[in-house]
């Protein structure tokens, strides 16, 4: 008698377990074929463009310029600074929708800046391919603005102090 107990609570037991992973295997089917959210307009320009970028911190502010170049598959960039020393370089895989730091500084090597500014980063880096100004603010008050730069760096600004129509 306990011999047929036990047998019949080991084949309840398979069987609440195959139905389980009958069950999760259904899930993780259709969770692959789920729509996932609509993309951000793609604009691929293999040509590199310039932003002006600039992250304002409670305690200061580290203001540069942002080389990028947007591709089929990734975005790739580095931020400067105004003296030309290069902070970081990044990689945005689109596949994936990972980002890569590579060459920080010193000063952004630590483990909990990287973090920081891999998850930053990883969230507005694909709106460089949409071509607009952004911004973007984290949770520590930390901001990211980012602005294209013109593509014609040869215009002049004119100042009114040097028109002077008056000349005798």
């Known amino acids: 008698m306990s011999q047929l107990r036990t047998l019949r609570w080991i084949s309840t037991k398979l069987l609440l377990g195959a ?47 942002c080389v990028v170049r947007v591709r089929h598959d990734s975005i790739v960039g580095a931020w400067v600074n105004e003296f030309g020393v290069q902070a970081f370089d ?20 630590r483990f909990f800046l990287r973090r920081m500014l891999k998850k930053d980063f990883q969230t507005f880096v694909p709106h460089f391919a949409t071509g607009q100004t952004f911004s973007h603010q984290n949770r520590h008050g930390i901001r990211y603005d980012f602005a294209p730069l013109p593509l014609d760096t040869t215009q002049t600004v004119q100042d009114s102090t040097f028109s002077d129509t008056t000349a005798p």
């Open 19 to 65: 139905i389980f992973a009958l069950c999760l295997l259904t899930a993780c089917s259709t969770a692959q074929n789920a729509p996932s959210a609509p993309p951000l307009p793609w604009v691929v320009t293999d040509s590199a463009t310039t932003w002006s970028a600039q992250i304002t911190m409670p305690r200061g502010n580290l203001s540069g310029l």
């Open 90 to 109: 990044f990689t945005y895989e689109r596949q994936r929708q990972r980002i890569r730091l590579a060459h920080l500084i010193p000063p952004l090597r």
